[in-house]
C-alpha cells in the first residue's frame, strides 16, 4: 500500500546515543543516492522508519513511497500483490490487478522481511532489479518500471545463502549499500529520550495533556533489555498512560504487573550470571595456582633446592621464585 508521507523528517528518528546519530548520517548520505539499499535489525527497531527517512530525503521524495511486509502473504498471494494480473489468468480473475511494483513506479518500493521471500518469488525479483521489467501473472508482455528497491530483515542472509534458502546474487544485488538499525539493549542512553517522545506521540494521538514520567519508573525502564526494541517500549508506555488514570505523571505502579516481573526476572538471571562468571574465574585462578606450585616444587627438587638454578630453569627472576616459594609455602620434603 502507498503510505505518502511528504511531511516526514529526521525529527522522527528519535535518539541521542552515538550508534543511533552515526546511522542517521549514514541514511543521509544514502539518501542523495539513487541506489538499493538493505537495512538489517531486529524486529522493532525502526527499519521502516529509516526507509521513509532515505526516501523522504531522496530526489524520489515527490513520488510513491510502497510497503508491503513479505512475511504477512503465502506465496501465490505475494506474487499477486507485487505484480499484479491480467484478467482471466485465474480463477477469480476477474479483472486486471495493478501490482505494487507498477504502483511504485518512479517512486521508492520497501519490501520488509524479504528473507521470508521464496526462491521462486526472489527470481522474479531479482529480474526487476536488474532489468526494470516483470510479468504480471498471466501477461505475455512485460510491464517496466522504475523503482528505487529498500529491503529489509531481521534474519542473517548470509546464512539463508548457505543454506540454499537466499539467492546469492539477489542479496548483492539489494545490497549496494547496507544500513544496520541497532537494538534498544545497545543504545540504553536512548530509553529516556525515546520515553517523552512516545508519551508525546500518545497524548497526541489521544488529544490529552502529555503525562511526565518519574524518576523511579524511567530508572525501571533503562534496567529492561527491551528484546522487541522501541516497539516493546511504545507498547509498554501505552499500558502505563491506562494504569496511570487521572494522574499527570506516569509512576512506578503505573507500569504493568507483568512487566515489572519481567524486569525483576532478568535482573535476577544477570545476577546469577554475574556470580557463576565470579566463581568461574575463582576456579580458573585456584586451577593456576595449583599447576604453577607443582611445577615450583618439582623445579626445586631437580636442583636439589638451588634457588638461582631452578629460577634459571622456570625462566623467572630468582626474586619472583623466592616469593612464590613464600606465597604457597613450599616446604623440603614429601609433596
Known amino acids: ?40 535489525g531486529e524486529t522493532g527497531t525502526g527499519k521502516e522508519l529509516a526507509a521513509r527517512a532515505i526516501h523522504y530525503n531522496s530526489p524520489r521524495k515527490d513520488q510513491e513511497f510502497v510497503v508491503i511486509n513479505c512475511s504477512a502473504f503465502s506465496e501465490s498471494l505475494l506474487e499477486s500483490e507485487l505484480f499484479g494480473y491480467v484478467k482471466g489468468s485465474f480463477t477469480g480473475a476477474m479483472a486486471e490487478k495493478k501490482g505494487l511494483f507498477e504502483a511504485a513506479d518512479k ?110 519508573a524511567m530508572a525501571i525502564l533503562k534496567k529492561h533489555d527491551w528484546p522487541g526494541n522501541v516497539r516493546e517500549l511504545e507498547n509498554e508506555l501505552e499500558k502505563a498512560v491506562i494504569f496511570s488514570s487521572e494522574k499527570k505523571i506516569v509512576t512506578e505502579d503505573s507500569l504493568s504487573p507483568d512487566f515489572l516481573q519481567r524486569v525483576q526476572n532478568r535482573q535476577t538471571e544477570l545476577l546469577e550470571e554475574a556470580a557463576g562468571a565470579v566463581s568461574l574465574k575463582e576456579i580458573k585462578r585456584q586451577a593456576v595456582e595449583q599447576i604453577e606450585r607443582k611445577v615450583i616444587q618439582r623445579g626445586l627438587e631437580k636442583t636439589n633446592w638451588n634457588k638461582t638454578a631452578c629460577a634459571k630453569l622456570l625462566r623467572i627472576s630468582r626474586v619472583d621464585l623466592i616469593r612464590k616459594i613464600a606465597r604457597y609455602q613450599i616446604r623440603k620434603g614429601p609433596f
Open 107 to 216: 517512486g521508492t518500493f520497501f519490501l520488509d522481511e524479504i528473507g521470508d521471500m521464496s526462491p521462486a518469488l526472489q527470481a522474479k525479483i531479482l529480474r526487476v532489479l536488474q532489468e526494470g521489467t516483470y510479468f504480471k501473472i498471466g501477461a505475455t508482455s512485460p510491464v517496466k518500471v522504475n523503482v528505487r528497491v529498500i529491503a529489509a530483515t531481521n534474519r542473517d542472509l548470509r546464512e539463508l545463502i548457505r543454506e540454499g534458502k537466499f539467492r546469492e546474487d539477489l542479496y548483492y544485488r539489494i545490497n549496494v549499500v547496507s544500513l544496520h538499525c541497532p537494538p534498544l539493549r545497545e543504545r540504553k542512553e536512548d530509553v529516556e529520550v525515546l520515553t517523552r517522545h512516545i508519551l508525546a506521540n500518545i497524548a497526541k494521538k489521544n488529544q490529552e495533556p502529555k503525562k511526565e514520567i518519574s524518576p523511579g
Open 1 to 40: 500500500m502507498s503510505q505518502d508521507d511528504p511531511s516526514f523528517s529526521f525529527d522522527r528518528l528519535v535518539g541521542k546515543s552515538q550508534i543511533f546519530r552515526d546511522l542517521i548520517e549514514k541514511i543521509k548520505v544514502v539518501a542523495q543516492y539513487d541506489v538499493a539499499a538493505l537495512i538489517t
